[in-house]
């Protein structure tokens, strides 16, 4: 005679257990749900999608493009201009140029270098209605910096600046692309609209003029 064995119901998770499980479920998809967003977010903010939707006149993308290249346009102005009160101003203009010239943007080259070329014209235009000059291919005097410059760090940076403001605003553009943008020869020539040897051509009168206004370090860097 065969013997029978009570069935034994299935084991049912613990209370923690059943708090583990359900929150090891609610990680995975909160972790695809992250996953999706930074790829949603990846795609929005590619030049691509943004000069298609600046194309569609969608104004938020102008919004999301001035906030993206706020810190480097501003810093690049800042630079050239070497006046604070016209940098909102001039970079206003460049948001301007960029939604109602979009049409004009072929993307042979990245988004930016189009938009640094914007600034460099509108900062130039900017100038030249304060009747500064913008454009000039001549070494500027050299002044040697003081002890005290050579001695403290913040005094280095004062004279790199002050040496740097002694540069018209056409040196000042290819110095501050070059060293503080890390732009090459070609993509500069393109940004201030000229051959790739006028820009050799200023940045060597501009190298020459720092490196015999500073000293030691700082010299030594340009």
């Not at 359900?22 to 930074?38: F, K, P, Y």
């Not at 943004?50 to 290249?69: C, H, I």
């Not at 913008?134 to 790199?160: C, F, H, W």
């Amino acid at each position: 005679m065969l013997r029978t064995f009570p069935k034994v119901p299935p084991l049912e998770p613990s209370g923690g257990d059943a708090t583990l499980s359900r929150e090891l479920g609610m990680g995975i998809q909160t972790n695809r749900v992250i996953d999706r967003m930074r790829e949603q977010d990846r795609l929005q903010w590619s030049d691509e999608a943004l000069v298609e939707r600046l194309r569609r006149r969608d104004l938020r993308a102008l919004e999301q493009l001035y906030k993206a290249s706020h810190g480097r346009m501003s810093r690049f102005l800042l630079n050239m201009l070497r006046r604070p009160e016209l940098v909102e101003e001039v970079l206003n203009d460049v948001m301007m140029v960029v939604w109602n010239r979009i049409g004009d943007f072929q993307g042979a080259s990245k988004l930016s270098t189009w938009m640094f070329g914007i600034a460099y014209r509108q900062g130039l235009a900017a100038l030249r209605r304060l009747d500064v000059p913008v454009d000039d291919d001549r070494s500027a005097a050299s002044t040697e910096p003081t002890p005290e410059q050579k001695a403290a760090e913040g005094r280095s940076r004062a004279a790199l600046a002050k040496a740097i403001d002694a540069l018209s605003p056409a040196h000042r553009a290819v110095v501050n692309l070059t060293y503080f943008e890390e732009l090459g020869y070609r993509e500069i020539a393109e940004i201030v609209d000229c051959p790739v040897d006028t820009v050799k051509t200023r940045m060597f009168h501009a190298r020459r003029h720092l490196k015999q206004s500073l000293s030691g370090e700082l010299a030594d860097w340009i």
